[in-house]
Structure formats: structure tokens, C-alpha cells
């Protein structure tokens, strides 16, 4: 059987943990076959991020273009954008219809610190989002208000509904506790989605690999509540299975084809 065709457009991480590299390796797990827009180049490993190159916005919508003009694309996610005018190049094609079940994950700042967007270049496709999915720290940036306890994360995932996105997700996957608890906000109401906490330092790219699995499970055919479910059960599998690895002197990758539990 022919598999369904996904989409990122993202940057890429030369640690291969986080970025466009991260959502391929999803893609593949999943079941799905990926394509990708790369939107800047990035010099980084387990320990932080050295260097980022944007990519000329032409380049990138000439990247986007070739995409679509010969794949089947069901559905597509959002990373690092890097500037104003590739978001709003994105934004168009989102607005036109060309990007189904589009995923928004509002990359804002690198776990190290280093700050990858403006809040400016994610809100330009918040509108045209099916589902967003931003961290406590990305939701406290995107609404202006403090995001640490699971009543804030429900306020800013109603907040951020508000400003177009049909779903929000905030994740607590970097909350204390014994708990990885996430907020998902819709038409249907809200609701938590409970996991117990992964012990390991190897978590790089949570965030991007969350948001690659939605666009998975949505392109399949799966309902928002679904989807995002899924994604959490992943998740935790491959948290579990790069629980022991040494890889790398920092925060190592996941494990992204692990079925062991």
C-alpha cells in the first residue's frame, strides 16, 4: 500500500535529535512517508545550538513549490521558520488550502537558551493551524502571561484557541512531578492527557517529535483528540527507550523507532 504523504517545514539540526531531521524519523516509525521544506541551517549537537543560517525565502517557497507540485501531501507541521518572510510565504500556501491538517509547533527558543524565532514569525501561522502545540515556556511567550501550573496551561491553551488555532496542546512534559501531564484545548472542551514521567536526559527534541506524530496521525485519518493521544503514547515509548543511551554530553535524542513497550 502506498503510504500517506507528510510534510515538514522546519530547520535543521546537524545532532540530528531535534528539526527537521527528528520529524523524518517520526514519519518514518509511523508508518509515513516524509518530505520536508528546510527553512535554516543550524550548528548543533547534545549541548546547544553554536550557529543558525536562514535560508533565502526564496529558497524556501521554491522548496515548498516543488513539494507540492508532485506529492499528495495530507498533512503538514510547522517548526523553525526563521525569518518574517518565509513565515508569511508559509502562511499564503496555508491560506489557499495547500497545507491540509497543518501542525503548527511554535519553536521559539532551543533548550539550551538560544533563541530560534520571533514570537511575530509563529503568529503568522497560528491562524491557519489545526492544531498548535507549544511547551509551557512557548505558551507563557505567545499569550504574555506566567504558564507553570496545569490551570494556567488550561487558560493559555483557551487563550491561544482564541487567535484561530482550531486545537491547542500545551505540553508539561518540563514540569516537575511525577506526571507529564498536557492540556489540550478544542472545539470539544479541554482535557488532560496524564503520563507518567520518563527518568532520562535524553529528551532533545520532544517537541518536535510530538508535533511530527500528530501530523502522522492526522494524516491517517485520525480526529484531533486522537491524534494527539497517539502522539503522547509515542512519545513516552521513545523516552523510555533512549532512556540509557550515551549519546552525546548533553540532552540526547529519543529513541524514535522503540515498540518495546
Given at each position: 500500500?502506498?503510504?500517506?504523504?507528510?510534510?515538514?517545514?522546519?530547520?535543521?539540526?546537524?545532532?540530528?535529535?531535534?528539526?527537521?531531521?527528528?520529524?523524518?524519523?517520526?514519519?518514518?516509525?509511523?508508518?509515513?512517508?516524509?518530505?520536508?521544506?528546510?527553512?535554516?541551517?543550524?550548528?548543533?549537537?547534545?549541548?546547544?545550538?553554536?550557529?543558525?543560517?536562514?535560508?533565502?525565502?526564496?529558497?524556501?517557497?521554491?522548496?515548498?513549490?516543488?513539494?507540492?507540485?508532485?506529492?499528495?501531501?495530507?498533512a503538514v507541521k510547522t517548526g523553525m521558520l526563521g525569518?518574517?518572510?518565509?513565515?508569511?510565504?508559509?502562511?499564503?500556501?496555508?491560506?489557499?488550502?495547500?497545507?491540509?491538517?497543518?501542525?503548527?509547533?511554535?519553536?521559539?527558543?532551543?533548550?539550551?537558551?538560544?533563541?530560534?524565532?520571533?514570537?511575530?514569525?509563529?503568529?503568522?501561522?497560528?491562524?491557519?493551524?489545526?492544531?498548535?502545540?507549544?511547551?509551557?515556556?512557548?505558551?507563557?511567550?505567545?499569550?504574555?502571561?506566567?504558564?507553570?501550573?496545569?490551570?494556567?496551561?488550561?487558560?493559555?491553551?483557551?487563550?491561544?484557541?482564541?487567535?484561530?488555532?482550531?486545537?491547542?496542546?500545551?505540553?508539561?512534559?518540563?514540569?516537575?512531578?511525577?506526571?507529564?501531564v498536557d492540556v489540550l484545548h478544542g472545539a470539544g472542551?479541554?482535557?488532560?492527557?496524564?503520563?507518567?514521567?520518563?527518568?532520562?536526559?535524553?529528551?532533545?527534541?520532544?517537541?518536535?517529535?510530538?508535533?511530527?506524530?500528530?501530523?502522522?496521525?492526522?494524516?491517517?485519518?485520525?480526529?484531533?483528540?486522537?491524534?494527539?493521544?497517539?502522539?503522547?503514547?509515542?512519545?513516552?515509548?521513545?523516552?523510555?527507550?533512549?532512556?540509557?543511551?550515551?549519546?552525546?554530553?548533553?540532552?540526547?535524542?529519543?529513541?524514535?523507532?522503540?515498540?518495546?513497550?
Amino acid at each position: 500500500m502506498t503510504p500517506r504523504t507528510v510534510l515538514t517545514i522546519a530547520g535543521s539540526d546537524s545532532g540530528g535529535g531535534a528539526g527537521i531531521q527528528a520529524d523524518l524519523k517520526v514519519f518514518a516509525a509511523l508508518g509515513a512517508y516524509g518530505t520536508s521544506v528546510v527553512t535554516a541551517v543550524t550548528a548543533q549537537n547534545t549541548r546547544g545550538v553554536d550557529a543558525v543560517l536562514p535560508l533565502p525565502p526564496q529558497t524556501v517557497t521554491d522548496q515548498l513549490e516543488s513539494v507540492l507540485a508532485d506529492f499528495s501531501v495530507r498533512a503538514v507541521k510547522t517548526g523553525m521558520l526563521g525569518s518574517p518572510a518565509v513565515a508569511d510565504a508559509v502562511a499564503v500556501a496555508a491560506r489557499e488550502g495547500r497545507l491540509p491538517h497543518l501542525v503548527v509547533d511554535p519553536v521559539l527558543v532551543a533548550s539550551s537558551g538560544h533563541r530560534l524565532s520571533a514570537v511575530p514569525v509563529v503568529e503568522r501561522l497560528l491562524p491557519s493551524a489545526q492544531v498548535a502545540t507549544p511547551n509551557r515556556a512557548e505558551a507563557a511567550v505567545l499569550t504574555g502571561g506566567r504558564v507553570e501550573t496545569v490551570e494556567e496551561m488550561i487558560a493559555a491553551a483557551t487563550a491561544l484557541t482564541a487567535g484561530g488555532p482550531e486545537y491547542v496542546v500545551v505540553t508539561g512534559g518540563d514540569a516537575e512531578g511525577d506526571e507529564a501531564v498536557d492540556v489540550l484545548h478544542g472545539a470539544g472542551g479541554t482535557t488532560l492527557l496524564r503520563a507518567a514521567r520518563v527518568p532520562t536526559r535524553h529528551h532533545h527534541g520532544t517537541g518536535c517529535s510530538f508535533s511530527a506524530a500528530v501530523t502522522v496521525r492526522l494524516a491517517l485519518g485520525d480526529a484531533v483528540p486522537v491524534a494527539v493521544a497517539a502522539a503522547k503514547e509515542y512519545v513516552t515509548r521513545a523516552l523510555i527507550g533512549a532512556r540509557d543511551w550515551e549519546l552525546g554530553a548533553g540532552s540526547g535524542p529519543l529513541d524514535h523507532f522503540n515498540w518495546s513497550v
